[in-house]
């Protein structure tokens, strides 16, 4: 079974970019997550879908993040403008029942 | 305001002796743990888990103790090998059920020196 697939593994880029990051969670997993790892840190929730439907977006900046789940599988994860706080480890997880399998993240460093 | 604490941010231990790691957390709501296992450039992976409704789980090397009553947990290793070299997050939740939001603690860093 194939894990939780995520691109880019790295992206560099300078404030006030945009920034995009795509996961491709495990087949058949209707629950897809999208966590913020700051360094020395647990991970931390800031979004999760129920299908394509964003269930819990509490924790999302939505002045400049906003994240999508065409189709109730992919999902994208974007940052515009990106600011010098947000460099971190960006993680995608799914889950079919109380297990949540983690992709690899994507480390963002904004310069 | 961190719900979930894991004070020790590493741990150095020797090969085939005992890891213990702590976590304690402050929502009395939480009634499922988990102990999720990273390495660099790896996402987390789940270890093992305990409900409320028990006081200990235990998986091969691998047991999960847990203290309601304290807001305590601990993992412990037993014996300790230098692959289990990683950092080691705790995390709970409300409940079990499938999208449950789980709340993490900081991680602890184990070094195991073969």
């Known amino acids: 079974e194939a894990g939780v697939v995520q691109s880019p593994r790295y992206k560099i880029i300078e404030k006030k970019q945009p920034v995009a990051f795509w996961c491709n969670p495990i087949?058949?997993?209707?629950?897809l997550y999208w966590y913020l790892q700051n360094l020395g840190q647990g991970p931390e929730l800031l979004i999760r879908y129920e299908n394509e439907e964003a269930v819990d977006d509490s924790q999302l900046p939505k002045d400049r993040f906003s994240a999508e789940r065409l189709k109730g599988v992919d999902s994208t994860l974007k940052i515009q403008p990106a600011e010098l706080g947000d460099s971190a480890v960006y993680l995608c997880?799914?889950?079919?029942?109380?297990?949540?399998?983690f992709g690899p993240g994507t480390r963002l460093t904004v310069l | 305001d961190q719900q979930v604490k894991q004070n020790s941010p590493s741990l150095s231990v020797q090969e085939g002796r005992i890891s213990i790691l702590n976590c304690d957390y402050t929502n009395s709501m939480f009634d499922y743990f988990l102990w999720y296992k990273k390495y660099p450039a790896e996402g987390p992976t789940f270890l093992i888990s305990?409900?409320?409704?028990?006081d200990k789980n235990e998986d091969g090397r691998f047991t999960v103790f847990l203290n309601k009553s304290a807001k305590h947990l601990s993992l412990h290793i037993v014996p300790s090998q230098p692959g289990d070299s990683a950092v080691y997050f705790c995390?709970?939740?409300?409940?079990?059920?499938?999208?449950?939001?789980?709340?993490f603690g900081g991680g602890t860093r184990v070094l195991v020196k073969p």
């Open positions: 997880a799914s889950s079919r029942d109380s297990e949540q399998f």
């Open positions: 087949s058949g997993h209707n629950t």
């Open positions: 305990i409900s409320s409704i028990k």
């Open positions: 995390a709970a939740s409300e409940g079990r059920a499938a999208g449950n939001k789980l709340t």
